[in-house]
């Protein structure tokens, strides 16, 4: 089985900083992608910044330029660093990995639990 396991969340005052990690552990060959998602209440899961095993990124708008995904391909965990935050992330941010548990190509999903963050003063 495997499991992705989060911390890192909590309060922080608006234009602070917070820094998610997300370790991924259990029967893992090669981890391919790596992902940060957020649902607010009332609103859809919003896919916000993803890093492939080469290193190669994307960022939703939403929050280019303030938040950065990082990866330590050795310990399977990725990082979401988050800067000058703001009310509107308030949110339960959650990590995704996309991985093959043998040599096979067949890739499968898992979620991690899910980390609370708000911003508020």
């Known amino acids: 089985q495997v499991q992705l396991v989060e911390s890192g969340g909590g309060l922080v005052q608006p234009g602070g900083s917070l820094r998610l990690s997300c370790a991924a552990s259990?029967?893992?060959?090669?981890?391919?992608?790596m992902a940060w998602y957020r649902q607010a209440p009332g609103k859809e899961r919003e896919r916000l910044t993803i890093i492939t095993n080469d290193g190669s990124t994307y960022y939703a708008d939403s929050v280019k330029g303030r938040f950065t995904i990082s990866r330590d391909n050795a310990k399977n965990t990725v990082y979401l660093q988050m800067n000058s935050l703001k009310p509107e992330d308030t949110a339960v941010y959650y990590c995704n990995a996309l991985l093959q548990r043998t040599s096979l190509p067949t890739q499968y999903q898992y979620w991690g639990q899910g980390t609370q963050v708000t911003v508020s003063s």
């Open positions: 259990g029967s893992i060959f090669r981890v391919n992608a």
